[in-house]
């Protein structure tokens, strides 16, 4: 819950300066120098949200273990993806619990730029989605990852420990995801564009949000225990 209420606010601050391909309405507060606008998505809002390079907003929406990823695109909101391919090429199955959005940005090894990722945090035994890094891609060209073969696992399920968020570094080359397993088990993994990858730091408690300035230094919230902002800088190259 922390989580996606700390996603939701983030919204409303990317929601207020960039607006390109997305039509706000429903003014509902205008002071102190700030406005706040509303999209109604007409559905539940999971937390989770991201505008790819057309200035399109992806969100999460539904309820746990029955999420689905909308695209909102020129005043009009559409479902871009509702899950993993099962059952011989239906798509039967939802993600169980979207926890961060990532877009591609280039393209490199077996990432195309504009590939969309979630991070799908559900830890139920009953589902094979879980604790996982999805890729979508829109293969034919229609707008949305809705057929056969566009939604693809990018780790095996159960790579990675109540995923938290998934960002991409400066210039595209790796992702990054953040986990949330508690007492001190918490790491920051780097996920490189072949779909190998390893631990970059553990120690955290709850890892939140994950976001990398201008010189490539990685932030990460600390969430709950520590109440921190943790700074990672690479001193050495490696």
Sequence with gaps: LFRSWFQMMMAVGILAVSSSGVAFGNLALQQGGYRLSTFDTGAEVGGAVAFDSNGFLFVAQGGFQNNYLTRIANGATSVYAYGPDYGGGTLTSRFGSI??????????????????????????????????IFRLRDVNGDGDALDVGEVTPFLPAGSLDSIADIEFAPGGAALWASDAPGNGQGKIYRINPDQTFQNFYIGLDYGAGIAFDSQGRLYVGNAVADGTVDRYEDLNDD
């Excluded at 077996?110 to 969309?116: E, L, R, S």
Aim: net charge negative.
């Design 99 to 132: 926890s961060g959005i990532a877009i591609a940005t280039r393209t490199s090894d077996k990432v195309n730029a504009g590939d969309i990722f979630i991070g799908d945090n559900y830890q139920g035994t009953d589902s094979s989605t879980g604790n996982t």
